[in-house]
């Protein structure tokens, strides 16, 4: 039988988000059966079911972000009902290698995705992701503010070797995701769309060698982002470019890579509370930050070092959607489960 699935394409600065709104998992289910921890902690049920769909339905997250009928490039969203009735929905994110903890420019293109369809009005919701709960402060049918997860500097000065080159030296610091952040040495030259498979050489190489190095975040995670940085054009404080844990480059600025670099601008004593940030993507689409340092009543989040500043840092941005469709996977089609990489 023909699985339909129905997907809301939308785009964040030029990156591709497809948000999973019918077809797929019995997601009601999956929240419950065999999750065995405390039934209010919802990042932990919602990784309970990443933990499911790892194990059930691989084929369906390869099948409908690889090729055909997607490619690397793109973030995919499932949509699943809230685990508190007081929050909007839960998201969990995922790519062509795997899934996300949290995933800013995605987060955006879901509130332009839930304007579109009607499911929301300008106001503020609660998000549920893997790794916490997110503010999204939908301002009109393409602007949003995200109060994202609290975010903070692991170590800053880590040198990640290269062969035939220099190190590069930079900083460890997550923001949803883990990120290796660093200013891009003038060898790699400018960072520019005309010079992106240079960006991409030097950036996988700095990838693997993390891998190679066991440089991973406090409890053994995969630095799985890269980010490079340069001056912005006019109006822009910084330009990055970002390496996703796939091989593709974010289009985007990236939403938890500059939640990740706010919080090393905080722990560096370069950005203050409440002052903003623009950061613009290789592409030229930008995102304007700003962070709160966390109140004393919050926990410090699991791996941040004692004495650390964390803070919760916010990113406004737009999306646009681009695509209302159904997919269909065929089970005679020899490429149901996308190409195999
Ligand atoms: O915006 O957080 C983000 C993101 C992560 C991977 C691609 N985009």
Redesign the pocket.
């Known amino acids: 039988m023909l699985e339909r699935l129905r997907v809301i394409d939308s785009h964040?600065g030029g990156?591709p988000t497809r948000l999973v709104i019918d077809g797929g998992p019995d997601f009601q289910r999956l929240l419950t059966e065999g999750y065995v921890g405390p039934a209010d902690d919802i990042a932990q049920r919602l990784r309970h079911v990443v933990r499911a769909l790892e194990r059930d339905h691989e084929d369906l997250r390869r099948g409908i972000i690889c090729e055909p009928r997607s490619s690397e490039h793109w973030?995919g969203a499932w949509l699943l009902p809230p685990v508190d009735p007081a929050n909007l929905c839960g998201v969990i994110f995922f790519?062509n290698v795997g899934y996300?903890g949290?995933?800013?420019?995605?987060t955006l293109g879901l509130m332009a995705s839930l304007a579109y369809l009607g499911r929301a009005n300008v106001g503020t919701y609660g998000i549920e992701t893997p790794v916490g709960v997110v503010q999204a402060e939908l301002r009109d049918a393409h602007h949003t503010t995200i109060g994202n997860v609290p975010s903070f500097l692991y170590r800053s000065d880590v040198s990640v070797p290269l062969v035939d080159r220099a190190s590069v030296v930079g900083d460890l610091a997550w923001g949803?995701?883990w990120f290796f952040l660093a200013q891009a040495p003038a060898e790699a030259g400018p960072l520019t769309l005309a010079n992106l498979p240079g960006l991409l050489r030097l950036t996988l190489e700095l990838q693997a060698s993390m891998e190679a190095h066991g440089i991973t975040g406090p409890q053994g995670e995969r630095i799985d982002?890269v980010e490079l940085f340069a001056a912005g054009e006019p109006g822009a404080d910084s330009r990055n470019f970002?390496l996703?844990p796939g091989g593709a480059y974010?289009r985007?600025p990236?939403?938890?890579?500059t939640s990740a670099k706010v919080a090393c601008l905080a722990a560096h004593g370069k950005l203050a509370s409440g002052q903003t940030w623009v950061q613009e993507s290789i592409t030229g689409s930008r995102f304007t930050a700003s962070y709160q340092p966390l109140t004393a009543a919050e926990k410090a989040p699991a791996g941040c070092p004692v004495g650390m500043l964390a803070v919760r840092p916010s990113i406004t941005g737009a999306a646009h959607v681009c695509g209302d469709t159904t997919l269909i996977f065929d089970p005679q089609d020899p490429f149901r489960a996308g190409i195999p990489a």
């Open positions: 964040t990156e973030v790519n996300l949290m995933c800013g420019h995605g949803g995701n982002h970002v996703c974010d985007s990236c939403g938890t890579g």
